[in-house]
């Protein structure tokens, strides 16, 4: 198995999951009903249109990727001060404390061949070695667009405390 899905569900985890308030029959359930509009007749010709008919949506050439002036972050600690990168990425200043959510900053965004997901700019990975000191890595979830093997791993050791979703741990234990 790719090493991006992570780690396995053990017994351990799965007598964590079961504990959980949204664990019903066996899976996980939504305690406030959530609707998926998405009509099944329609999902071949949605599918169809991300993966094979991206003119004008997609863009002819990368996007390049702005320097971040990170001085400004680090002034004026007892305000609120966010950078947000795409998608799920966002790193917050709270009156000082460096907190990252979600850094999915990897090239791909699924790891299922032929539905990869690029990026419009290249090097993203890159922005990491700029970043300061993070005291607090915050993973809302387990899905590849907001949870990434490359960004962890280059994260390492830049990040002081991780709070993760139930059954996320797993994943950053496999990845060491």
Do not use: C
């Not at 949204?22 to 991300?50: A, E, M, S």
């Not at 709270?94 to 791909?108: L, Y």
């Amino acid at each position: 198995m790719k090493k991006e899905f992570g780690g396995k569900i053990t017994k351990d985890v799965q007598l964590r999951l079961e504990q959980s308030s949204n664990w019903q029959k066996k899976r996980f359930k939504n305690l406030v009903r959530t609707k998926i509009d998405i009509n099944l007749f329609n999902l071949p010709v949605l599918l169809y249109r991300q993966f094979f008919k991206t003119k004008g949506r997609v863009p002819a050439q990368p996007i390049p990727i702005k320097t971040i002036d990170l001085s400004f972050f680090d002034e004026d600690v007892e305000s609120f001060k966010f950078i947000w990168f795409g998608h799920s990425a966002v790193l917050l200043n709270i009156s000082g404390k460096i907190i990252f959510i979600d850094p999915m900053m990897g090239p791909n965004a699924s790891p299922i061949i032929p539905f990869n997901i690029k990026r419009f700019s290249k090097n993203v990975l890159d922005v990491l070695d700029e970043l300061p000191k993070i005291d607090l890595l915050l993973l809302s979830h387990d899905h590849y667009d907001h949870l990434d093997l490359l960004s962890i791993q280059k994260l390492k050791g830049k990040v002081e405390n991780y709070w993760v979703s139930l059954g996320t741990k797993r994943h950053l234990v496999e990845w060491g």
